[in-house]
């Protein structure tokens, strides 16, 4: 499997966190919401103008901005 930033998922396309490079408030909260290594990731949505993107983990629904997606590292399926 290839790593790829988060936002290079296409929608429905399953992947896996290997790391967020976030800045610790930003990558504190993604870990309070369940984002941690090995965990599986699916975009799901775009907005609109394409920014933020929504994402399925751990059953739930969480918008990502691009700016941080691109911060986190997936392994791609």
């Not at 309070?32 to 949505?45: A, E």
Request: a positive charge.
């Amino acid at each position: 499997m290839e790593t790829i930033p988060l936002t290079k998922l296409d929608l429905n396309q399953i992947g896996y966190i290997k790391e967020i490079n976030c800045n610790e408030s930003i990558k504190r909260r993604l870990l309070d919401f369940g984002l941690i290594p090995n965990t599986k990731i699916t975009p799901i949505m775009k907005s609109v103008a394409g920014d933020p993107i929504a994402y399925e983990v751990r059953n739930i629904i969480l918008a990502i901005r691009k700016q941080d997606a691109n911060k986190i590292v997936v392994f791609a399926k």
